[in-house]
């Protein structure tokens, strides 16, 4: 069974401090990895991984993606209190399956 | 462009009753997934659809959830009879097959079945 373990569970920051999420996964006939950001409502897309070492890159966020060691990390550097969400971990299979990891639940104060 | 549109957006219903959640893909998306999240558990995969067609229903908890695409344009996800432990948002998401992964999500529906 595929499994996706995202870490640490929860996270509090200030303002402008960088952060690191971790997501670590187990899969048969990996495809890509993802990440997602769910603020109130629906879960929406940051990012594709299906190569490693390659880093992706939009504006404050970036990630990237170890195959050898199976995890990710997502880093948001310059943190802003529009960035509190939770961040979820996601990999796909050939059968075109997403299994998501528990999130990781940010909280930025001011 | 719309995105995914999901109706009701809160249903509140009474164990034993039949609920029916609806779903508008994003026009021209291929693929269509239906999702429950809960604090439990997490975002779980139900099925989903290719070409308006099933293919893999195996994260479908039980006999009482059923799905099915008629068109292009259009999903519903029944739970017939509903229970308590069904209690959950159900998300609804599309993605287009030159980049299935990249799934696009609706904004969900809110289920409570008391």
């Known amino acids: 069974e595929d499994k996706v373990v995202q870490s640490p569970l929860s996270l509090v920051v200030h303002e402008g401090d960088t952060v690191t999420l971790n997501c670590s996964y187990e899969v048969t006939n990996f495809r890509s990895l993802l990440w997602y950001k769910q603020e109130k409502k629906a879960p929406t897309f940051l990012f594709m991984l299906?190569?490693?070492?390659i880093e992706k890159k939009s504006g404050r966020l970036s990630s990237i993606l170890d195959k050898k060691e199976l995890f990710s990390i997502l880093n948001i550097t310059a943190t802003q209190t529009g960035d509190s969400a939770v961040y979820l971990c996601a990999v796909a299979d050939a059968g075109n399956m997403l299994t998501f990891g528990g999130g990781t639940r940010l909280m930025v104060k001011p | 462009d719309a995105g995914v549109i999901q109706s009701p957006r809160h249903e509140v219903t009474e164990m034993g009753q039949e609920v029916t959640l609806r779903c508008k893909p994003i026009s021209g998306h291929d693929y269509l997934f239906w999702y429950r999240q809960t604090m439990m558990r997490g975002l779980e995969l139900l099925i989903y659809f290719n070409n308006n067609v099933p293919i893999d229903d195996s994260g479908m908890p039980e006999d009482r959830f059923s799905a099915k695409m008629p068109n292009a344009s259009f999903s519903t996800l029944k739970i017939q009879p509903s229970e308590p432990r069904d209690s959950a948002v159900y998300f609804c998401?599309?993605?287009?097959?030159?980049?299935?992964?990249?799934?696009?999500f609706g904004p969900g529906t809110r289920l409570t079945v008391l």
């Open positions: 299906t190569s490693s070492g």
């Open positions: 998401a599309s993605s287009f097959g030159g980049r299935v992964d990249e799934q696009f």
